[in-house]
């Protein structure tokens, strides 16, 4: 619990699709040795945010109250937030229906989180906040942004896994490139560029070029670029790269119902 928060001034009561949530907690569970997660609740609608143990990669996940079945929220404060073990709040959400209407309901006699769902009643103890790592992205400011081919992820994780830990994107305007050279093999895969958006679109192209005079080459670790091949949708995503900032992607997802920002910092060394 926040310390600016008091539990027992907080009601809230929400209800939202199964398959939202299925998605939700996903990215935590996903990132190598962490599973727990920041969830705040606003007048805007609920934020999920985590960074893995290294502090490489961060995830924040934004729904919007409009996209809740029942949203209703009563605080003190601006937000009310709880650190929640996701892991077991995925195992939870996956014993659901796919049509599944859950609710998620703050019990300030016991400092739970109550989830009902078909037959179920669980009540979800918290984490200590003061416990989880945070980063901010804010004050990020990058050279170059692109609009990429979310699937071009997922072809770099099959690909590059088998050559190196390390993997290059290397994007100038003429020639852009994922690429991996290891003790023995190398690997390449080529992109296809354009700087019209229609074009970009309709002919499925790799790379929507934003900036045309594009010249960046920046390395990062196998192990992040797979876990963005499953948390990055097949659709298009913004991408803000530079060779001295972290990557940032912004994405929708879960059939746009959860937006979302990943920020993951290069390889080093």
């Not at 926040?2 to 949530?21: M, P, V």
């Not at 703050?106 to 078909?118: P, T």
């Not at 590059?160 to 490139?177: G, I, N, Y």
Request: proline share 3%.
């Amino acid at each position: 619990m926040s310390s600016d928060q008091s539990t027992d001034q907080a009601e809230l009561d929400t209800r939202l699709k199964s398959s939202i949530l299925e998605d939700l907690v996903d990215p935590p569970v996903r990132l190598a040795g962490e599973s727990t997660a920041k969830f705040t609740w606003s007048d805007e609608g609920l934020r999920v945010k985590v960074v893995d143990g290294a502090n490489v990669i961060m995830v924040d996940q934004f729904i919007n109250e409009e996209d809740f079945n029942l949203f209703s929220l009563d605080i003190s404060d601006e937000t009310f937030s709880l650190g929640l073990p996701c892991d077991r709040f995925q195992k939870l959400i996956n014993s659901a229906d796919s049509d599944d209407i859950v609710q998620l309901k703050y019990l300030s006699d016991s400092n739970r989180l109550g989830i009902r769902f078909g037959k179920v009643d669980y009540q979800l103890s918290p984490v200590v906040i003061s416990s989880l790592m945070e980063s901010d992205s804010d004050d990020l400011e990058h050279d170059y942004e692109v609009v990429v081919q979310g699937e071009i992820f997922g072809e770099a994780a099959e690909i590059f896994q088998m050559v190196s830990p390390a993997v290059s994107f290397d994007f100038t305007s003429d020639s852009p490139e994922i690429s991996a050279s290891g003790d023995s093999d190398e690997a390449t895969i080529s992109l296809t560029a354009a700087s019209d958006r229609q074009e970009f679109e309709s002919e499925q192209v790799d790379l929507l070029l934003v900036d045309e005079d594009i010249d960046i080459s920046s390395e990062y670790g196998i192990d992040y670029i797979e876990h963005l091949s499953y948390m990055v949708p097949d659709e298009s995503v913004t991408m803000k790269i530079d060779e001295d900032y972290p990557m940032k992607l912004d994405m929708s997802r879960s059939n746009g119902d959860i937006q979302t920002e990943i920020v993951l910092a290069p390889r080093i060394g």
